[in-house]
């Protein structure tokens, strides 16, 4: 599964509105940036942004709270992080391999598979 897939499932169980044809890779470079959000009663369209918990502390955290994601970042011996969710009454474990010493995008990676599992189950 892609980045924008899980971003796309992740948005979609946390009702996240975002701006499909605006969210697409960049059309030279292919860097895709995340989803660029749509606000309702948006003061102005400076305050639009990308939204990607992949990349940003904020973003995962606000996505863990509001879907009540429990998050595990390890032991000190472990090599990755995890996240807890509850799917049908069962408690289901998603754990995300660290890259290098990155412990943190590790968890974030896991918030997001975790909340792409609860986007998947609203298909």
């Not at 701006?19 to 995340?34: I, L, N, R, W, Y």
């Not at 595990?72 to 290098?100: F, H, K, M, Y």
Request: aromatic letters at 6%; charged letters at 30%.
């Amino acid at each position: 599964m892609t980045d924008r897939e899980l971003l796309e499932l992740a948005a979609k169980a946390a009702a996240i509105k975002y701006d499909p044809e605006a969210s697409k890779p960049h059309p030279k470079s292919g860097a895709f940036f995340g989803l660029w959000l749509v606000y309702h009663r948006e003061p102005t369209a400076n305050d639009r942004r990308y939204w990607n918990p992949l990349t940003n502390d904020g973003d995962a955290l606000r996505l863990a709270v509001k879907l009540l994601i429990a998050i595990d970042p390890c032991d000190p011996w472990c090599d990755g992080a995890s996240a807890t969710i509850v799917l049908n009454g069962d408690s289901v474990d998603i754990r995300e391999p660290q890259d290098g010493d990155d412990l943190v995008a590790a968890t974030r990676r896991a918030i997001v598979r975790a909340a792409a599992e609860i986007g998947k189950g609203m298909e």
